[in-house]
């Protein structure tokens, strides 16, 4: 079957040229991309719409690469139109949304490697995989029940309930202060005291990059193979979908010293399964230690990413879903105010709540945070709830 591939050559051109996309609903953990880009350069070109150099794939890449003072980054450009492009943009992201892990695997491979720089992984967040995989550790939100009427602040280990009416004008005056949904959060961490993180630092050797000299090339589909290490578990359905409505719009990494594929393993064998004798392939040139980091770290900084659930909304209502890899059932829920993003809850984030906003933090911050709360009423104060107008099962 003849392959239905829309890459172009790549070109490295100035970030200044550049568009985000403007209503990408993808929210990326660009501190953890950035140290990625450091660690490994840009081993995956962006993907840009020619003619508006709107950026279709690889936004958070770009905002990291531009945070690090790099001048340039690769890209790789697709002729589509604004319906395509808007299914792009969803389908990028949700086709990682629907993977899981080989937990087991996982684990092995991070304890196989001399050190974790450059996997997106602490030490700490290693042991916490070690917890999950054992039971030992859940995340009580994701799972959690709808609202009930007096609204629930869930923090740490710490859960109390507002009575409604303190709630709608505590509400109130904190969107007078900030008047947005992604700005009243900033704000919730602000008034809690989280601790900032270190920013990232410029890179010092910008525009660093492990391609190979002939970046994009179309080879035959038997020329190269599936990591026999990857522990990513993805969804080959929705993949094959999405390639046969939109076709390959962005090459899959291949280190070019084993033919093993670091990134679009799953992109790789939904191609087999529709029979394509060719698929666009990207090369890079790095040792083993560095192959099983970037395979890694690829799936990592995908995990850490979350949506902001109005601009995701506004996207799915005006784009076509057929190979977006949602389906209409998840449009609902998101319509209706239920969960964006499926799966498990990405290691080495804690995921917490305050009324109806959501917010994810580093564990390792929110354990640093913690040993500075006596209780709950600490919490209410940090945030302006009136104590009297709030009430917990455990006094």
């Not at 859960?159 to 709630?167: D, G, I, N």
């Not at 409505?245 to 992109?267: A, D, F």
């Not at 850490?304 to 209502?317: F, G, H, I, N, V």
């Amino acid at each position: 079957m003849k392959a239905k591939i829309k890459v172009g050559q790549v070109a490295s051109v100035a970030i200044s040229s550049l568009e985000a996309y403007p209503t990408n609903p993808r929210r990326g953990d660009i501190e953890a991309i950035a140290q990625s880009l450091k660690a490994h350069g840009q081993y995956r070109p962006i993907v840009v719409q020619y003619g508006s150099n709107f950026i279709l794939a690889g936004n958070h890449t770009y905002k990291a690469a531009k945070k690090l003072g790099w001048k340039k980054i690769k890209v790789t450009y697709v002729d589509v139109d604004e319906e395509s492009a808007r299914k792009i943009v969803l389908a990028d992201n949700r086709l990682t949304d629907l993977a899981g892990y080989n937990e087991p695997l996982l684990k092995s491979l991070l304890n196989a490697l001399p050190e974790l720089d450059g996997t997106g992984f602490t030490k700490s967040e290693v042991d916490t995989l070690d917890k999950l995989m054992n039971g030992k550790e859940k995340d009580n939100i994701s799972d959690s029940k709808p609202l009930p009427s007096d609204p629930e602040v869930k923090i740490s280990a710490w859960r109390f309930t507002v009575e409604l009416e303190a709630y709608k004008a505590w509400k109130e005056q904190l969107y007078a202060e900030a008047p947005t949904k992604q700005k009243a959060i900033k704000a919730i961490k602000e008034r809690l005291g989280f601790p900032e993180r270190k920013p990232v630092e410029p890179d010092s050797k910008p525009e660093r990059s492990t391609s190979s000299p002939d970046d994009v090339e179309s080879v035959g589909i038997n020329e190269i193979k599936v990591h026999p290490l990857n522990p990513r578990e993805g969804d080959i359905g929705s993949i094959i979908q999405s390639l046969e409505l939109m076709g390959q719009y962005r090459p899959i990494v291949v280190n070019k010293n084993t033919k093993h594929i670091l990134s679009g393993n799953h992109t790789y064998q939904g191609a087999v399964q529709l029979g394509w004798e060719k698929i666009a392939v990207h090369w890079i040139d790095v040792d083993d230690i560095e192959e099983i980091k970037i395979l890694i770290v690829d799936n990592r900084t995908s995990d850490l990413a979350t949506y902001d659930p109005q601009e995701l909304s506004k996207l799915l209502t005006s784009t076509g879903l057929k190979g977006t890899g949602f389906s209409a059932e998840e449009v609902a829920e998101i319509l209706g105010g239920g969960k964006t993003k499926p799966g498990h809850i990405p290691v080495g984030r804690t995921t917490m709540r305050v009324g109806e906003h959501q917010m994810r933090v580093h564990t390792e911050d929110l354990n640093e945070w913690a040993n500075t709360i006596n209780g709950w009423k600490d919490i209410a104060e940090l945030l302006f709830i009136p104590i009297e107008a709030c009430t917990t099962e455990v006094e």
